[in-house]
DNA sequence: ATAAAGATCATT
DNA sequence: ATGATCTTTATG
């Protein structure tokens, strides 16, 4: 079933970023259904964290859909050429988000092939935040899509994953944050072959 | 108005 | 290692 609403405004992005992995992300665009478990996210917090882009509450109009209730989509243009999908947490006013950074690929193979423009299946299919975005269709006009719609949605299909299955590390492309740069905010899923490279 | 940098990926 | 590629943001 979806997550509701009460999933994503809780306070704590960390917890958030955590329970999100072995919940299923779900598209769909142009009527065709994608979907994939995450295995791997980020968390980004909005008052305290550098590296996130609404760092210190800054609103602009790319970070304003951050501040919005939880539940909705924060989707954003990187190096010109990715299209990096994120969940909006917490309540009106704190900007946090989880960024999808990998998923294991479950419904709408095909499709996904076809979007990334490959012939058959790879880890590489979905595995890195530009990646899923572009596997799953997502691009910055869904920003601002509510996640309990029809066209982008997260479900709960009761995967379980132990918190001894649950490794954390540094982010991945935030050295500029500094010291935030070195928290352990980076989250996949111990083993699985479906997360992206880096350590 | 202009410039610089960026939560990345694929290729060499 | 390096290039692609273009939005967002900061500065003048």
Redesign the pocket.
């Known amino acids: 079933m979806k997550l509701k609403e009460d999933f994503y405004t809780r306070p704590d992005v960390e917890q958030v970023s955590k329970d999100l992995l072995g919940k299923v992300l779900c598209t769909r665009i142009n009527g065709i259904l994608t979907s994939g478990k995450i295995v791997e996210t980020?968390a980004?917090c909005g008052a305290t964290d550098r590296?996130?882009?609404?760092y210190q509450h800054?609103r602009?109009?790319?970070?304003e859909v951050?501040f919005q209730k939880g539940g909705v989509a924060?989707v954003?243009?990187?190096?010109?050429?990715?299209h990096?999908f994120?969940v909006v947490t917490n309540c009106k006013d704190l900007a946090d988000?989880?960024?999808i950074?990998a998923v294991e690929p479950l419904e709408g193979e095909e499709e996904m092939l076809q979007r990334?423009?490959?012939k058959k299946l790879a880890y590489?299919l979905t595995?890195?935040?530009?990646?899923?975005s572009?596997a799953l269709g997502i691009l910055?006009r869904h920003k601002g899509t509510r996640l309990d719609g029809e066209l982008i949605w997260l479900e709960d299909r009761n995967i379980q994953v132990q918190e001894k299955d649950i490794l954390s590390g540094a982010?991945?492309?935030?050295?500029?944050?500094e010291e935030d740069a070195l928290l352990p905010w980076r989250f996949r899923i111990k083993d699985n072959p479906w997360c992206?490279k880096p350590q």
């Open positions: 980020e980004y590296a996130c882009h609404a800054r602009t109009k790319r970070t951050m924060y954003y243009l990187c190096y010109g050429i990715h990096l994120n988000a989880v960024l950074r990334r423009n490959m590489r595995a890195g935040p530009g990646s899923v572009q910055t982010r991945i492309g935030v050295a500029y944050a992206s």
